[in-house]
């Protein structure tokens, strides 16, 4: 982090450019004031709301004290409304002085992007026409709904529209959105018939809609939804609850206007395929889901590019009777497959890595997060070139949002998880890369709002002066 020096004073002295960061400091004599020599002046610093961890520096003195100084340091009031935190030296020479920004907490607690009712449950975000948009049920109308904001970043919004729901229908449960065909489309459970849906725009923005299709009706399937595009065409993995299987279906044209026949791609135990999250592996679509009967997390991938027929599902975490594997999400990270998913026998968040590009064979799965009961509403994303993942701490009723980015680029070391929400009661999670910034939306529980919140830069900004 880069820091700038800005004088408090009206005139300047000892300017100086170092790797394009001005910095302007002010020394004033003590023959001038009849007293010791002072310097003073405003240094800042860059944090993000979604990395709030302590700030440490060095700055030196524009001229050398004769003896050591007396330095105190203040948060700059004027910007206040953005942070809170404490600043302090550690340690002060005759040339310089260090200092430490600690108990960093953003003001930013997310926007509140649709309050009509009880909305936000099943939230799925994606960047749709340049800006991020969200599918998500609306509860109190039992009803499919968009929106989509009105900037690159989600600094404002549009007004949520309902895209499926009329007469009493329960529809919108489970929904999944992606561009198709350069226009978002969405699946999603129709819980009052039981069928998997999907719906398309009629244009790149999302301002009017197509009719929702039943794409699998039999007899009663769709929960879990995760849609992609597989060769060109949208692609949907699913639960069958009727059978208790994994399902996987892939339109025959590239806007899903007509859909091939759902296939069942495992049903190797009496119940799994829940917490479904579909990925293009090495050019193969692939699968992540949780194995409920046995309480395992396991991987499946397609031996063509279309999913016309495909490998066996393999368990890669679950051993000695500890429960494993609910809500999983697959992407592709450093080259190779990777999930993050829930440890609901201990609590824990964790991260499993394929060892080669098709997820042949896996590494073991770590722990990256054990504080309290947390891992619920997991999604894993590249951000700057390191997976991260968003997710839910339930350890008490007060339930929070939660971020973690890993070190490196294959998430073998993970930073400091920060709480950057609160989702009390039950609240779902979906992270993108909004403006280039890590953003999630999410269902804020306790007041039955879809909100969302971007990793904005905070500038910290304090005072120093010494004597």
């Known amino acids: 982090m880069g820091f700038k020096l800005f004088s408090s004073l009206p005139s300047r002295s000892d300017q100086q450019t170092l790797s394009g960061v001005v910095l302007s400091e002010i020394a004033i004599s003590g023959r001038s004031l009849g007293g010791p020599p002072i310097q003073k002046g405003k240094i800042q610093r860059l944090s993000s709301v979604f990395d709030t961890s302590d700030i440490t520096g060095t700055y030196q003195f524009g001229t050398s004290f004769q003896s050591t100084p007396t330095v105190v340091v203040s948060l700059d009031g004027t910007n206040s409304n953005e942070f809170s935190g404490i600043v302090s030296t550690r340690s002060v020479s005759t040339n310089d002085f260090s200092y430490k920004i600690s108990n960093i907490s953003s003001d930013s607690l997310g926007q509140t992007i649709d309050s009509s009712g009880n909305v936000g449950l099943y ?87 197509g009719e929702g299709q039943q794409i699998d009706t039999s007899p009663d399937v769709g929960q879990y939804t995760s849609l992609q595009i597989v060769d060109g065409n949208p692609a949907v993995s699913y639960y069958d609850f009727t059978n208790k299987d994994l399902k996987f279906i892939r339109a025959l044209d590239s806007t899903g206007g007509s859909w091939g026949v759902g296939q069942t791609i495992d049903s190797s135990s009496a119940d799994l395929g829940q917490w479904t999250s579909l990925q293009v592996v090495g050019g193969n679509p692939a699968v992540s889901y949780w194995d409920q009967a046995n309480r395992d997390l396991k991987f499946i991938r397609a031996l063509d590019s279309t999913g016309g027929s495909w490998g066996v599902g393999r368990t890669i975490d679950g051993t000695g009777g500890i429960n494993v594997g609910e809500y999983t999400s697959l992407q592709v990270v450093g080259g190779n497959p990777a999930i993050s998913y829930l440890d609901s026998t201990n609590g824990d968040l964790k991260f499993i890595r394929a060892l080669d590009s098709t997820g042949g064979s896996w590494g073991v799965g770590q722990t990256i997060d054990a504080q309290g009961f947390v891992g619920s509403w997991t999604s894993l994303q590249i951000v700057d070139g390191v997976p991260a993942i968003s997710y839910v701490d339930t350890t008490t009723s007060a339930r929070t949002l939660k971020f973690i980015r890993a070190l490196d680029s294959t998430g073998g070391r993970w930073g400091v998880s920060e709480t950057i929400g609160s989702v009390a009661g039950f609240g779902s999670t979906s992270l993108q890369v909004v403006g280039g910034r890590a953003a999630v939306s999410y269902l804020d529980g306790a007041n039955g709002d879809l909100k969302f919140i971007r990793d904005n830069p905070i500038n910290i900004d304090f005072n120093y002066i010494a004597v």
Do not use: E, H
């Open 123 to 209: 939230t799925s975000l994606q960047v749709v026409g340049g800006n991020p948009a969200m599918s998500y049920y609306d509860v109190t109308n039992v009803d499919l709904k968009f929106i989509r904001a009105l900037d690159s970043t989600g600094g404002s919004w549009g007004a949520g529209q309902t895209i499926d729901g009329t007469g009493g229908v329960f529809v919108g449960l489970y929904t999944s959105l992606q561009v198709v065909g350069g226009n978002p489309a969405v699946s999603y459970y129709d819980a009052t018939n039981g069928d998997l849906k999907f719906i398309r725009a009629l244009d790149s923005t999302g301002g009017t809609w």
